[in-house]
């Protein structure tokens, strides 16, 4: 299992600033995704964060609004850029560790809570 | 990918069994059924997965049709700590070349759990 720490847990932002989410885990995993989750909705994939490389954006959205990093195996950041209201979601880590071949579980962070006002 | 079909909410008594079913009629060969819950105010959290046989473990059992083109999980003895939204979904296998995409969420199924 895999263990994630997801920074802040909350927070308040003004409209046209910069959020940053980090995103820790316990262990060295393969897979680190960004998921964004909306009031009473579910779970969208944002992006994959790959270690070294630019991240691979899901439809609709873009580096320039959700830029990633991922220096290592065990961190990742999201950045939420130039916020507007319809920002406010809760914005989760994922892990997984996919040394194995067959499918393997996914792990998630307890998520940012995230109100643009 | 692949499209699951969920009742949008269902309702069981505490102790009992509860049977949630997930249609997929559309899944290909080389996808695994996954099941996943969303507590309150929490991530999503891994319940099982299967391909073709029918799977035990701690938290549940996934019960897949002859032609998988549905499943069901059940909860054989539900607590009010099983109310959560559980949400079904295909994954390719990795064998057949897929890479390592993210899950696909629909809108799942909203378990509410009287005592």
């Known amino acids: 299992s895999a263990v994630i720490s997801q920074k802040p847990s909350r927070d308040i932002c003004q409209r046209g600033t910069s959020l940053t989410i980090q995103c820790q885990v316990d262990?060295?995993?393969?897979?680190m995704f960004w998921y964004r989750q909306q009031p009473g909705q579910s779970l969208t994939l944002i992006a994959t964060a790959n270690q070294g490389s630019e991240a691979t954006y899901e439809s609709g959205f873009v580096i320039d609004k959700f830029p990633i990093s991922r220096p290592n195996l065990t961190f990742s950041t999201l950045t939420v850029s130039n916020m507007s209201p319809e920002d406010s979601s809760i914005y989760l880590c994922?892990?997984?560790?996919?040394?194995?071949?067959?499918?393997?579980?996914?792990?998630f962070g307890q998520g940012t809570r995230l109100t643009v006002v | 990918d692949a499209k699951t079909t969920q009742p949008n909410s269902m309702e069981s008594n505490e102790e009992e069994p509860v049977h949630l079913p997930c249609n997929h009629s559309t899944i290909s060969g080389t996808d695994y059924i996954h099941w996943y819950r969303q507590l309150p105010s929490q991530g999503p959290e891994y319940v099982i997965h299967?391909?073709?046989s029918n799977v035990n473990n701690r938290m549940a059992s996934l019960a897949i049709a002859e032609d998988r083109k549905s499943s069901t999980l059940i909860l054989h003895r539900a607590t009010l700590r099983d109310a959560a939204v559980y949400y079904c979904?295909?994954?390719?296998?990795?064998?057949?070349?897929?890479?390592?995409?993210?899950?696909?969420f629909g809108k799942g199924t909203h378990l509410i759990i009287q005592p």
């Open positions: 994922s892990v997984e560790d996919q040394s194995e071949v067959q499918n393997t579980e996914a792990f």
């Open positions: 299967g391909l073709t």
């Open positions: 979904i295909l994954r390719y296998s990795r064998y057949s070349g897929g890479g390592a995409d993210g899950l696909t």
């Open positions: 262990s060295q995993v393969t897979m």
